[in-house]
């Protein structure tokens, strides 16, 4: 039986699993890589030749390779990403904290602020952030289905609503459903800087401004651990009333505490390494008085605002793309380990059988002469 066409296949399920001969009409995704680990008490035979399972065993050996470099490169990246993101939150926090401060002085004043004005909501904007590419699990399937969700619950409050989404696999889902309104499609180049944040910024605030939306909203995953990232809202517009970054109820989204992690050697392999982190931040003093005039601060310091959260929002989204990949990729290194472990298994197997056979044959010759 010809098995050169399975090859590719990966998923240990659907070939070790079943007693059933193997052949051409399995069920399972011949690209599809595995998903989840299983342990075996026994090996289902392979009825194929060894030619066939040795070409599956290397081909398998392959992708191990290339599950485990991508792995070791998200690996390297996700510090880098996890660093910008903590060494970014003082600063954002604390310029919340300081428009918090002008803006209450400010309340006795007949000032008018566009960005800290809350209106009745007619319309909101939602800010999608998204990542560029896939084998990162259900990264970009979660903050989708948060997306999604979000746009339900506008439907059932009769406000209108319209997407900014942010990143490849957002525009790829997002063009492929026509009756969801999206006003723009950006994507991002790399990891976040503060200019492709600026140019997100200007967009949302003239949107804002010019009253075509009443609040945006962003969407965005929460970088928590390497294990942890969890899809958040946050109210960008206008400016939240507690002087702190809290999602579309009112909770506080602010990081109490942080981890770091570092790629060590033990035993010969690759490890990381976990490191909490605390952070602080100064508390402003109540009698603060400014030297300018409020509205002046305030005019230089709203863009930097809305500049400063979306490049957190960005970073903390690529951080959390990282971690997951590196994640998927894990995964599927040790799925792939386990079905090399067990393809050696069948192919020893197969080899003495055939081994046997023909020793039979010969001993059987050697009798039929005699």
């Not at 070409?55 to 390779?65: A, D, E, F, G, P």
């Not at 566009?114 to 209106?119: G, S, V």
């Amino acid at each position: 039986m010809n098995c050169m066409n399975l090859t590719t296949l990966v998923s240990s399920k659907s070939c070790l699993s079943s007693t059933s001969p193997l052949s051409l009409h399995s069920s399972a995704n011949p690209s599809q890589l595995p998903g989840s680990s299983s342990r075996f008490s026994h090996v289902a035979p392979i009825h194929c030749g060894l030619r066939e399972i040795k070409n599956r065993l290397n081909s398998v050996k392959n992708t191990q390779k290339i599950t485990e470099a991508m792995k070791l490169v998200s690996a390297a990246k996700v510090r880098r990403a996890q660093e910008a993101v903590v060494n970014g939150r003082p600063f954002s926090e604390t310029l919340v904290e300081v428009l918090y401060n002008i803006n209450e002085q400010l309340q006795t004043e007949d000032i008018d602020m566009p960005l800290t004005n809350i209106r009745p909501v007619k319309k909101v904007a939602l800010v999608v952030i998204t990542g560029d590419k896939g084998l990162c699990g259900g990264f970009n399937n979660n903050i989708i289905k948060i997306a999604e969700a979000r746009i339900a619950e506008l439907k059932n409050q009769g406000v209108e609503y319209t997407v900014i989404s942010v990143g490849k696999k957002g525009r790829s889902y997002f063009i492929r459903r026509p009756h969801i309104p999206v006003d723009s499609f950006l994507e991002g180049m790399g990891f976040p800087t503060a200019k492709e944040a600026q140019t997100i910024a200007d967009y949302v605030f003239s949107l804002f401004v010019s009253e075509e939306v009443d609040k945006v909203e962003l969407l965005y995953t929460k970088f928590v651990s390497l294990v942890k990232f969890v899809p958040v809202i946050q109210t960008l517009l206008p400016l939240s009333p507690k002087g702190r970054i809290c999602d579309m109820n009112g909770v506080s989204v602010d990081a109490d505490g942080d981890e770091f992690f570092r790629l060590t050697t033990k035993e010969g392999k690759l490890s990381l390494e976990r490191d909490a982190v605390r952070t602080e931040k100064a508390e402003l003093s109540p009698i603060l008085q400014f030297e300018q005039d409020p509205v002046q601060i305030l005019d230089a310091l709203l863009p930097l605002y809305l500049n400063s959260q979306i490049l957190k929002a960005l970073q903390e989204s690529l951080a959390s793309e990282l971690a997951a990949r590196m994640g998927a990729m894990s995964s599927a290194t040790d799925n792939a380990m386990e079905l090399m472990k067990n393809l050696s298994i069948s192919y020893n197997r197969e080899r003495q059988a055939k081994i046997t056979g023909e020793l039979l044959e010969i001993i059987a010759g050697a009798d039929a002469l005699t």
